[in-house]
């Protein structure tokens, strides 16, 4: 029965990784234009991905034996692993922001390996330290690439897509579009099965094929908003400039799964899209307030997901009933905090609109 209840929890949540992680894929075709239907759009993500997942061998093995050994997982631990991550990962969803579904598993597999202090520290380290590297990277690349198509553009009017190029690189985007979403399957549909295969509840075929389609299902289901956030309200592309952010961001995911390491494949997306942002002149100032709305996020759901996986596992594991108390009481203080000063915020916010402040 717990096997059974493990499973569902899997499929929903690679059905809300086909929406947080594979639909900001096409975010690129779909706020250039090149896509003008999101359905379409989405379809695509959820036809690549599923190929893509086929594929994503070495990231499960990662996931589902690379951070915490083996020996401690149990149907019950991945039940409160899956559940942990899925619901930081819904949440986001909910908020239509594109949310790093590999930060939000590795963060609820950390918590259960915390709770049990047993953690391949090693393989962690180099886990994170790709986090940081693989988007930086992505920025730089994009910037670099977005300089000179800027001068293709500039020097041959044409390649803006107003002219003869239009359609040839209509469909250079679509096509750079599918390969990103090939990659989001390839590393993402990992997070999702990684834990199932680590338990060996499941063998990694049938894993993947499962993963995979449920990923796509969650692309076509779910996937709107979050194609929204990435694709118009950050920055608009042109159709040259959405290949760019589209080919980066596949190549250098594609490239970290092939060496079974899990990236945040959305953070790597916006990343690129800032670089391309930035040869444009800047990001306009509601830019801004969008991408800080998803940093914010990127930092808190990892911790969110580790903390909540701790906590259900001193719960209904070990009964640590004092120390569960503990970690609740300082999680909910913070989130009260910051809510106080958020309100706060607002209200100084609101004093100077109404026209009293200085």
Not at 72 to 80: A, L, S
Not at 194 to 219: H, R, S
Not at 318 to 337: M, N, P
Request: net charge positive; proline share 3%; charged share 10%.
């Amino acid at each position: 029965m717990l096997t059974i209840v493990a499973i569902i929890i899997a499929c929903f949540f690679a059905m809300n990784i086909g929406a947080s992680g594979t639909a900001a894929a096409m975010g690129p075709a779909y706020g250039s234009g090149a896509i003008p239907k999101k359905r379409n759009a989405m379809l695509l993500v959820g036809v690549f991905a599923f190929l893509g997942a086929l594929a994503g061998g070495e990231v499960v093995r990662t996931i589902g034996s690379g951070i915490i050994p083996t020996s401690i997982v149990d149907v019950e631990i991945v039940i409160i692993i899956l559940a942990a991550a899925c619901l930081s990962l819904f949440i986001a969803n909910l908020l239509g922001i594109p949310l790093s579904t590999s930060e939000v598993v590795v963060g609820a597999i950390v918590g259960a390996g915390i709770a049990y202090q047993n953690l391949f520290f090693d393989k962690l380290i180099v886990i994170v330290s790709f986090w940081v590297i693989v988007p930086i990277v992505a920025f730089l690349l994009a910037y670099v690439f977005g300089l000179l198509v800027r001068k293709l553009e500039k020097k041959y009017p044409d390649l803006t897509g107003k002219g003869k190029w239009k359609k040839p690189l209509v469909i250079l985007l679509i096509i750079s579009g599918c390969m990103e979403a090939y990659a989001a399957g390839m590393n993402n549909v990992a997070n999702a099965v990684g834990p199932l295969v680590g338990a060996g509840l499941l063998d990694i075929t049938p894993a993947i094929l499962m993963g995979g389609f449920f990923v796509a299902i969650g692309a076509l289901l779910l996937g709107g908003r979050v194609l929204e956030t990435n694709g118009k309200r950050i920055t608009k592309l042109s159709l040259l400039q959405g290949s760019t952010v589209s080919i980066t961001g596949g190549s250098l995911v594609i490239t970290a799964s092939i060496f079974g390491l899990p990236v945040p494949l959305t953070q790597v997306t916006t990343s690129a899209i800032i670089g391309i942002g930035t040869v444009n002149g800047g990001l306009r100032l509601w830019q801004k307030s969008i991408l800080k709305q998803i940093i914010k996020v990127w930092v808190v759901s990892p911790l969110f997901s580790l903390v909540l996986s701790y906590g259900l596992i001193l719960l209904f594991k070990q009964g640590d009933y004092y120390t569960l108390f503990v970690v609740l009481s300082v999680l909910i203080a913070t989130g009260g905090a910051y809510s106080m000063y958020q309100s706060a915020k607002q209200e100084r916010r609101s004093t100077f609109d109404d026209g009293g402040g200085i």
